[in-house]
């Protein structure tokens, strides 16, 4: 087989490439998400002048099928392979060969990372490991506590939950000037004249973990946390 690997850490840099892939998929995947909630919204006009909107409604379906959790997985495996190579590649350049059983350890306690820790950073020298000992929960690096959960949870039990909000505003042509609005383009049916109204449906809010963490946000501080250790690490190469 071709080794394409030129630098101890290209296989690192490009699951940071694919992992900023998934998250622009799944951004996209969220507008079309939105899109959709704006289609589906029910809503009539008052029979009053300005017959402005009334009787807005949800729409029945969320449209967050299960792709966007599989977006999420995979994004925080790719996140989660940088580290485990990352340490692989330690391993290698401090003992001077490769070595068996690596990966890059999370732990709560710092008895945890003592014992069950350091067994996996079997050929790091004690510079490194005292780096990524920094980069524990238990000294307050919350990113990498979050990546670890998230990643368990994927592989090992099923897809990430998770739920949101969202918010609804609906703008009518008989009220304002719609070129100056967001939103779906629809029409509805005058209340009184029968005729056909422009109208503009904008669906908007905020995809959550369980916890009631933000997803959006907390991928992007996982992702610039792997990506800070990357480059932390890389002058030693």
Not at 138 to 157: A, I
Request: contains cysteine.
């Amino acid at each position: 087989m071709v080794n394409y690997l030129r630098h101890p850490l290209d296989g690192c840099r490009d699951r940071v490439r694919r992992a900023d892939e998934h998250l622009v998929e799944l951004e996209r995947e969220v507008v079309v998400m939105f899109e959709k909630q704006a289609h589906a919204t029910p809503f009539c006009l008052a029979p009053n002048p300005p017959h402005s909107v009334t009787n807005l409604r949800l729409p029945s379906e969320t449209f967050a099928g299960v792709r966007l959790g599989t977006l999420v997985g995979e994004i925080n495996y790719n996140l989660r392979c940088v580290l485990d190579y990352l340490v692989y590649a330690l391993a290698e350049l401090d003992s001077g060969t490769p070595q068996k059983g690596t990966q890059f350890p999370i732990m709560n306690a710092a008895k945890d990372f003592a014992g069950r820790g350091k067994a996996m950073l079997v050929g790091v020298n004690a510079a490194h490991i005292a780096a990524i000992e920094q980069l524990q929960p238990y000294h307050g690096c919350l990113w990498t506590g979050q990546l670890r959960d998230l990643s368990n949870m994927d592989k090992h039990r099923h897809i990430v939950p998770g739920g949101g909000h969202v918010e609804i505003n609906v703008h009518s042509g008989l009220e304002k000037d719609l070129s100056r609005c967001w939103g779906v383009e629809r029409k509805v049916l005058h209340p009184l004249t029968g005729e056909q109204v422009d109208v503009k449906v904008y669906a908007s809010g905020e995809l959550v973990f369980e916890d009631g963490s933000l997803v959006m946000d907390t991928i992007q501080e996982i992702k610039s946390g792997v990506a800070d250790t990357l480059r932390r690490f890389e002058p030693d190469f």
